[in-house]
Nanobody, 121 residues
Framework: QVQLVESGGGLVQAGGSLRLSCAGSGSIFSINAMGWYRQAPGKQRDLVATITSGGTTNYADSVKGRFTISRDNAKNTVYLQMNSLKPEDTAVYYC???????????????WGQGTQVTVSS
């Protein structure tokens, strides 16, 4: 079994910063891409940022220049540093990872439970 656990969400004023963390645990042999997605009420889940095992990053246009994704492969952890937050960034943020399972050696798409980020104006 593989789990992703997010932390770091909360309430912040517009212009503020938050740092999200997502740690993987369980039967992990290795992790390929990791990423963050978000879902606002009544809307679909959208990509925020992704990072490959080699460190190549990709960002949604709406967060470029404000958010930074990074990872610690030794800790199976991905981070999202969010600066200059706007009310429209309010959403539940979900961590995602493409995990190579250590027992089955199968690639599995794993999601975290989500963490709420609320930005007040």
């Amino acid at each position: 079994q593989v789990q992703l656990v997010e932390s770091g969400g909360g309430l912040v004023q517009a212009g503020g910063s938050l740092r999200l963390s997502c740690a993987g645990s369980g039967s992990i042999f290795s992790i390929n891409a990791m990423g963050w997605y978000r879902q606002a009420p009544g809307k679909q889940r959208d990509l925020v940022a992704t990072i490959t095992s080699g460190g190549t990053t990709n960002y949604a246009d709406s967060v470029k220049g404000r958010f930074t994704i990074s990872r610690d492969n030794a800790k199976n952890t991905v981070y999202l540093q969010m600066n200059s937050l706007k009310p429209e960034d309010t959403a539940v943020y979900y961590c995602n990872a493409e995990v190579l399972h250590s027992r089955t050696l199968r690639l599995t798409d794993v999601w975290g439970q989500g963490t709420q980020v609320t930005v007040s104006s």
